[in-house]
């Protein structure tokens, strides 16, 4: 779902413990083992987890619709 509205967008990160910003852009974030063996993988605080990144376009951000309520 495209969100346009930045302060929706942060409405939504904040709302989601799997959603964090980084700079811009907001990450998905999902703790696995798992994680170390796959090119969305990376370590999170000491931890491995798959890393998703939706990035800010000139439209907005394209998040999945689970996370839009």
């Given at each position: ?16 413990k ?12 999902t ?35 689970k996370?839009?309520?």
């Open positions: 779902m495209l969100i346009t509205n930045y302060e929706y967008a942060d409405k939504i990160v904040n709302q989601n799997s959603l964090s910003w980084e700079g811009w852009d907001i990450l998905e974030i703790p696995s083992h798992n994680a170390e063996f796959n090119k969305e993988g990376k370590i999170i605080d000491g931890n491995w987890a798959f890393v998703k990144t939706y990035q800010l376009t000139e439209k907005g951000w394209e998040v999945p619709k996370y839009v309520r």
